[in-house]
């Protein structure tokens, strides 16, 4: 690699100003390290940056999504909703820049394009679109699970004569669909958001759906001033509850631990209507069986598929929007007036799951000998997730071994931390962690914690770099398809097994279990770092 300028250093480089980022800058400052982190965006706040599409919001509790390090910072901060909205979750994030005073640390605008391991020096050189070379000791990817946008390779997609807009991707500027036709592709949790809020601007929505979705009530609203009380009251003790919690949340509502397949059909048609009406993923909590035995599941798919008929009038729409499905195999949606969005006179429904979209057109697109026809495309395709940040970086580690070989059959890693080959490079909340599967901000918290606690550990005992090894790292795999395995995970076409992207290796990546994860990083750390070479 080569730069005009020459590099900066610092300890430690953070990629990425999100939630990460943030976190591992203000703890890796509290450690008394020099660390930087550079931002493509022109400001912080990652998924909540760039996600501005109508209706988004997280789904799991505001009380919940949130950071726990600073005692302060939790009493202090007010959510205003159940689940926070896009804009409020932004405005948290710049809090939390303002109050730890982090923006001097972080460079907005720098776009990493690559990063090279200097094996003389025992250090990474980074390098930037705009912003010149930067050289550290430790490099810390927090650019996201989920910040690569997939935009589907379309025949014509360039050809169309309206915006095009992704969801992940949307303008800072309003959107305003009055008197427009509109066209959304992608029917996942971001599509599930969007459209019943699209469809009361729009003149015409038309979704194209490829896979029908799982979704529940949200049942969001003002937050309950006797709850936020009740758990400010112990805030501590409400995160260490959750961090017990296979996701890392959801302790005031835990799984029942009881099996479908023992209770009465009343009896479960009560339990899952229960837990409908409370809303949100502690719906796959009605029976601790759901996600692990496949006739255990299909009751609970086939309770939602009810309650699709009920919403949905027309009763060929409710067919097509019925998923077939396990339910939770693909990530469960949290909706807000999603199905009863198909009930307006002007939102028609495609199915395009055994006829591909054919091409985009000036006009709109074609799929099965037909035209459809609209003023501006919505694409809410998902993400090339866990592994597309790191595979669009020219990243390259010991005898400049590209990620793109060491990956070329699915993300080899161990603990979901690190990579052998890619010395003193930790990646947050990244593929073989369990990160997709929890409230993101336990899991990012802890892994912050872990990587500051290796740095400290090779500074005391004189090492220069810590490295996964092979075998460690071939184990760690196994380990996670084999948790997946005795799950429904593996029974359909998820993004978590890099289903959605064209010729992506399977592997399924995220792992299942926030509590032994956590025990089992803390052991190999305790044991001096077992599956690491320390030098
Ligand atoms: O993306 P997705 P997302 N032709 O991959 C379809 C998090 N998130 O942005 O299922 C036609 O789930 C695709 O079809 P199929 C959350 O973790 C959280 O919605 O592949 N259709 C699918 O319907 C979530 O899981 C929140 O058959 C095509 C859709 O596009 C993750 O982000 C909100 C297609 C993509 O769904 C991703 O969610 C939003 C094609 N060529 C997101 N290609 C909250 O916290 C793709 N599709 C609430």
């Given at each position: 690699?080569?730069?005009?300028?020459?590099?900066?250093?610092?300890?430690?480089?953070?990629?990425?100003?999100?939630?990460?980022?943030?976190c591992?800058?203000h703890?890796?400052?509290q450690?008394?390290?020099?660390?930087?982190?550079?931002?493509?965006?022109?400001?912080?706040?990652?998924?909540?940056?760039?996600?501005?599409?109508?209706?988004?919001?997280?789904?799991?509790?505001?009380?919940?999504?949130s950071f726990s390090f600073s005692e302060e910072l939790q009493q202090e901060w007010r959510?205003?909703?159940?689940?926070?909205?896009?804009?409020?979750?932004?405005?948290y994030?710049?809090h939390v820049?303002d109050r730890f005073g982090l923006?001097?640390?972080?460079?907005?605008?720098?776009?990493?394009?690559?990063?090279?391991?200097?094996?003389?020096?025992?250090?990474?050189?980074?390098?930037?679109?705009?912003?010149?070379?930067?050289?550290?000791?430790?490099?810390?990817?927090?650019?996201?699970?989920?910040?690569?946008?997939?935009?589907?390779?379309?025949?014509?997609?360039?050809?169309?004569?309206?915006?095009?807009?992704?969801?992940?991707?949307?303008?800072?500027?309003?959107?305003?669909?009055?008197?427009?036709?509109?066209?959304?592709?992608?029917?996942?949790?971001?599509?599930?958001?969007?459209?019943?809020?699209?469809?009361?601007?729009?003149?015409?929505?038309?979704?194209?759906?490829?896979?029908?979705?799982?979704?529940?009530?949200?049942?969001?609203?003002?937050?309950?001033?006797?709850?936020?009380?009740?758990?400010k009251?112990?805030y501590a003790?409400?995160r260490?509850?959750?961090?017990?919690?296979?996701?890392?949340?959801?302790?005031?509502?835990?799984?029942?631990?009881?099996?479908?397949?023992?209770?009465?059909?009343?009896?479960?048609?009560?339990?899952?209507?229960?837990?409908?009406?409370?809303?949100?993923?502690?719906?796959?909590?009605?029976?601790?069986?759901?996600?692990?035995?496949?006739?255990?599941?299909?009751?609970?798919?086939?309770?939602?598929?009810?309650?699709?008929?009920?919403?949905?009038?027309?009763?060929?729409?409710?067919?097509?929007?019925?998923?077939?499905?396990?339910?939770?195999?693909?990530?469960?949606?949290?909706?807000?007036?999603?199905?009863?969005?198909?009930?307006?006179?002007?939102?028609?429904?495609?199915?395009?799951?055994?006829?591909?979209?054919?091409?985009?057109?000036?006009?709109?697109?074609?799929?099965?000998?037909?035209?459809?026809?609209?003023?501006?495309?919505?694409?809410?395709?998902?993400?090339?997730?866990?592994?597309?940040?790191?595979?669009?970086?020219?990243?390259?580690?010991?005898?400049?071994?590209?990620?793109?070989?060491?990956?070329?059959?699915?993300?080899?890693?161990?603990?979901?931390?690190?990579?052998?080959?890619?010395?003193?490079?930790?990646?947050?909340?990244?593929?073989?962690?369990?990160?997709?599967?929890?409230?993101?901000?336990?899991?990012?918290?802890?892994?912050?914690?872990?990587?500051?606690?290796?740095?400290?550990?090779?500074?005391?005992?004189?090492?220069?770099?810590?490295?996964?090894?092979?075998?460690?790292?071939?184990?760690?795999?196994?380990?996670?398809?084999?948790?997946?395995?005795?799950?429904?995970?593996?029974?359909?076409?998820?993004?978590?097994?890099?289903?959605?992207?064209?010729?992506?290796?399977?592997?399924?990546?995220?792992?299942?279990?926030?509590?032994?994860?956590?025990?089992?990083?803390?052991?190999?750390?305790?044991?001096?770092?077992?599956?690491?070479?320390?030098?």
């Open positions: 690699m080569s730069s005009a300028i020459p590099p900066r250093a610092v300890d430690l480089l953070i990629v990425g100003a999100g939630f990460g980022g943030l591992m800058l703890r890796a400052r450690r008394g390290l020099s660390a930087l982190v550079l931002e493509s965006a022109a400001s912080v706040g990652g998924t909540w940056y760039h996600n501005r599409y109508p209706g988004a919001r997280v789904d799991i509790q505001s009380m919940e999504y959510w205003t909703e159940r689940y926070a909205a896009q804009p409020e979750l932004l405005r994030a710049n820049a923006r001097d640390g972080i460079r907005l605008n720098a776009r990493v394009t690559g990063a090279a391991f200097d094996e003389a020096a025992n250090r990474w050189c980074v390098e930037t679109e705009s912003d010149g070379a930067w050289s550290a000791r430790f490099l810390v990817m927090a650019s996201g699970p989920l910040s690569a946008p997939n935009v589907p390779a379309f025949k014509g997609l360039e050809s169309f004569a309206g915006p095009v807009y992704h969801t992940a991707q949307w303008p800072h500027e309003p959107v305003d669909f009055t008197g427009l036709r509109v066209g959304v592709v992608g029917t996942g949790s971001s599509g599930v958001q969007a459209i019943p809020l699209i469809a009361q601007q729009a003149r015409e929505l038309t979704v194209f759906q490829r896979t029908a979705a799982y979704a529940v009530p949200a049942h969001n609203g003002p937050l309950d001033a006797a709850f936020e009380a009740r758990i009251a112990d003790g409400f260490e509850r959750n961090r017990r919690m296979p996701a890392g949340f959801g302790s005031e509502l835990p799984p029942n631990p009881m099996s479908a397949l023992e209770a009465t059909p009343d009896e479960r048609e009560a339990a899952f209507e229960a837990r409908w009406r409370i809303g949100g993923f502690s719906f796959l909590g009605t029976y601790r069986d759901i996600m692990l035995d496949e006739r255990a599941n299909a009751l609970a798919a086939e309770f939602v598929r009810g309650k699709i008929r009920q919403i949905v009038r027309d009763p060929e729409t409710a067919r097509l929007l019925s998923p077939s499905q396990t339910i939770g195999c693909k990530r469960l949606c949290v909706d807000t007036g999603y199905y009863a969005a198909y009930n307006r006179p002007n939102v028609h429904l495609v199915d395009v799951s055994r006829h591909p979209i054919d091409a985009i057109t000036p006009a709109g697109l074609t799929t099965n000998g037909r035209s459809y026809e609209f003023d501006a495309l919505v694409l809410a395709t998902g993400f090339d997730a866990m592994t597309g940040t790191l595979l669009r970086l020219d990243l390259r580690g010991r005898k400049g071994l590209r990620i793109q070989d060491k990956w070329r059959a699915g993300p080899l890693n161990y603990l979901g931390l690190m990579i052998e080959g890619f010395p003193n490079l930790f990646n947050v909340a990244g593929p073989g962690s369990t990160s997709a599967f929890t409230n993101v901000i336990v899991s990012i918290e802890h892994h912050v914690d872990w990587i500051a606690d290796c740095i400290a550990y090779l500074d005391t005992h004189g090492r220069a770099t810590i490295e996964a090894t092979a075998p460690a790292e071939a184990a760690w795999v196994a380990h996670v398809t084999d948790v997946a395995s005795r799950t429904v995970y593996l029974t359909c076409n998820s993004w978590y097994l890099g289903a959605n992207i064209p010729g992506k290796p399977r592997m399924f990546m995220p792992l299942l279990g926030f509590p032994p994860y956590a025990d089992q990083c803390a052991e190999v750390a305790r044991h001096g770092y077992e599956g690491f070479v320390l030098a």
